[in-house]
């Protein structure tokens, strides 16, 4: 059996920073991929150019049962702490909005470049190698794929979440926890599009390819100004990714179209105008159309409109109201809410409390952040955290 100081279940974002960092510190680190690719989800993520941090990284930017746990890994390991690795690397980035940072020119630089750390830092990394079990060893543990057996003192669990199962998402890290006794949260598609009911599929389907920007309101009060983008499927786009973190089954998401006072604004601006024409100049047309059959709107010149039915129609497009059917779920969705319950780890170090010298990293555990770069600050940022101790 070969004996490792350090064994890594996950070449992801998290793993490859732990690992990294682990090497550096002089322990003999070994990595384990099921895959055939190192870092699948970094090349897919971001369009192919990686949202790999934020300029505004807070903690009230991650969901987690346990709201404090966040602050001290984001605190140790920040977002400009990453950006200075990006510069060593002489990769070329850019803001795209609210702080995203993106590549230039492509994900694959990201994982060059965590390869590279990797490989400075002496740390094997063995790909098509699924890790099948996992036993307590003495004061460290036994690891088995199909056909090694490593030992190692520590082990981190950097197995990521169940979003896009065909490039290698599984639940192993899920059953690791259970099996020494933590407690795992349940976990549901998160960063994720919505589907429709049917009753909504006759009316909002023909809009699929419109897009505008809203503010989305999940029914907790969470708002995200974003855009919002009708799809054959239901609904999309970075409001509804944002907010569908925050949604439940069965309740009701809140769009506001069109701010309140803004009507108000249209019938004293221009009061022959008609409702149907007047709105075809703030919000797209095929929207319009739709709006005005689905709401049941009369089309009349603005100044025809009685105060109580210009308030009805106000409030209808400020607060546009709709029961998603559901979601897209796991195949399509960016992250997984839920997972390992942090109250089972240390903040500081990513160890389970209770199972000395195993560890947890990136999204394996119930850590998720919004869209914009949040969910890989969070594996680089609990990933280094582990790679400091392990
Ligand atoms: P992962 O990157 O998922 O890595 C887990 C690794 O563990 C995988 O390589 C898997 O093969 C391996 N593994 C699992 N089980 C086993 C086993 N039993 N044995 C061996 N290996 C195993 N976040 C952002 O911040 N910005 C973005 O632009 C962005 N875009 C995204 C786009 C898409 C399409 C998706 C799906 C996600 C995106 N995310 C983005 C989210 C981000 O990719 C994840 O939060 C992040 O990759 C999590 O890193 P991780 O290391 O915890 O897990």
Redesign the pocket.
């Known amino acids: 059996m070969q004996a490792w100081d350090v064994i890594v279940?996950?070449?992801?974002?998290?793993?490859?920073m732990c690992a990294a960092e682990a090497g550096r510190r002089g322990r003999r680190v070994l990595v384990?991929?099921?895959?055939k690719r190192i870092?699948?989800?970094?090349l897919?993520?971001?369009g192919g150019r990686?949202?790999?941090?934020n300029y505004q990284v807070e903690p009230k930017a991650f969901l987690c049962a346990n709201p404090h746990f966040v602050k001290s890994a984001l605190a140790r390991y920040t977002q400009w702490d990453f950006i200075a690795l990006v510069d060593k690397h002489g990769i070329d980035y850019h803001e795209k909005t609210l702080g995203q940072l993106?590549c230039d020119d492509s994900a694959q630089n990201i994982v060059d470049m965590l390869v590279k750390e990797c490989d400075q830092a002496g740390v094997s990394i063995r790909l098509r190698?699924?890790?099948?079990e996992v036993d307590r060893l003495g004061e460290g543990f036994m690891v088995a794929?199909h056909n090694e057996a490593y030992s190692c003192h520590s082990l981190v669990v950097?197995?990521?979440?169940l979003?896009?199962p065909k490039?290698?998402?599984?639940p192993?890290?899920y059953k690791l926890a259970e099996q020494f006794g933590l407690r795992v949260l349940p976990t549901r598609a998160g960063?994720v599009p919505f589907t429709l009911q049917p009753e909504d599929k006759q009316s909002l389907e023909p809009l699929a390819g419109v897009s505008l920007p809203v503010v989305a309101e999940s029914e907790d009060g969470t708002r995200f100004a974003e855009s919002l983008l009708f799809t054959h499927r239901g609904l999309s786009g970075p409001a509804v990714l944002q907010i569908s973190s925050y949604w439940q089954p069965g309740e009701r998401v809140r769009f506001e179209l069109l701010p309140a006072g803004r009507l108000a604004e249209g019938v004293a601006d221009s009061p022959n105008q008609e409702l149907k024409t007047w709105l075809g100049r703030q919000l797209p047309k095929r929207l319009v159309e739709a709006l005005l059959a689905r709401e049941g709107l009369v089309n009349k010149p603005l100044k025809q409109y009685t105060p109580r039915e210009l308030a009805a129609i106000e409030e209808r497009l400020a607060a546009w109201s709709l029961q998603p059917g559901g979601t897209e779920g796991y195949r399509t969705?960016?992250?997984t809410l839920g997972g390992v319950d942090t109250h089972e780890l240390s903040s500081k170090t990513m160890m389970a409390n209770r199972v000395p010298n195993l560890y947890f990293?990136?999204?394996?555990m119930d850590v998720t952040?919004w869209?914009?770069?949040?969910?890989?600050?969070?594996?680089w940022s609990s990933?280094w955290c582990a790679g400091q101790v392990v």
């Open positions: 279940i996950g070449a992801g974002a998290a793993g490859l384990l991929d099921h895959g870092g699948r989800k970094i897919m993520s971001g990686c949202n790999f941090t993106f190698a699924e890790v099948l794929t950097a197995t990521g979440g979003s896009m490039i290698g998402a599984s192993f890290g960063l969705a960016e992250v990293v990136g999204e394996v952040g869209l914009g770069g949040y969910n890989f600050q969070w594996a990933g």
